[in-house]
Each structure stands twice: as C-alpha cells, then as structure tokens.
C-alpha cells in the first residue's frame, strides 16, 4: 500500500503537539481512498522534525477482502514515523 501525503495541517504546540494530516492511500495500483490522521510531534527543532501517527484502515475499501483461511482482519492499523530535515 502506498501514501501519498496531500495536506497537513498545524494544530497544537511544539513538541508533544499534534497536526491533523490528509493522504492519499493507493493499493493494487488502482483503488485510491483518502485518509484522515492525527499525528503527535515527537521532535521539533529549527532544523527537523519527527512525527508519528497511527491510524486504521479498513482494507475492504481497497477490494482487498481475499485471505488465507480467512486469517486476515478487514481492519489494519498503520503506523507511521516521518523525519522531515531542512536541507543544509
């Protein structure tokens, strides 16, 4: 599955604040379904920044609904750890 991060938006403090972010998720390279999260600031200075978030997403909205014996959930949870630099 790929993300594709269209917009972020600044809602609390720096760090342990948070921003409400919009993507774009893409499986089998042709069912495309936004998604809404909430990251957290886990660091902040004037040269990076780490965020991370987690969310879940319910594969069934990607026609992903095939599993082995039936052994995976219709809901995976994602976890994500972003590093944005300002380039030197």
Do not use: C, K, Y
Request: charged fraction near 20%.
């Amino acid at each position: 599955m790929a993300w594709r991060l269209s917009r972020t938006v600044f809602v609390s403090g720096w760090p342990g604040g948070s921003t409400r972010s919009q993507s774009a998720a893409t499986a089998r390279s042709s069912h495309v379904n936004p998604i809404e999260f909430t990251a957290r600031v886990d660091e902040a200075s004037a040269q990076s920044a780490t965020l991370r978030a987690e969310t879940v997403v319910d594969r069934t909205r990607f026609a992903m609904t095939w599993s082995p014996l039936g052994m995976a959930s219709a809901i995976a949870r994602a976890t994500v750890v972003a590093r944005f630099v300002r380039p030197e």
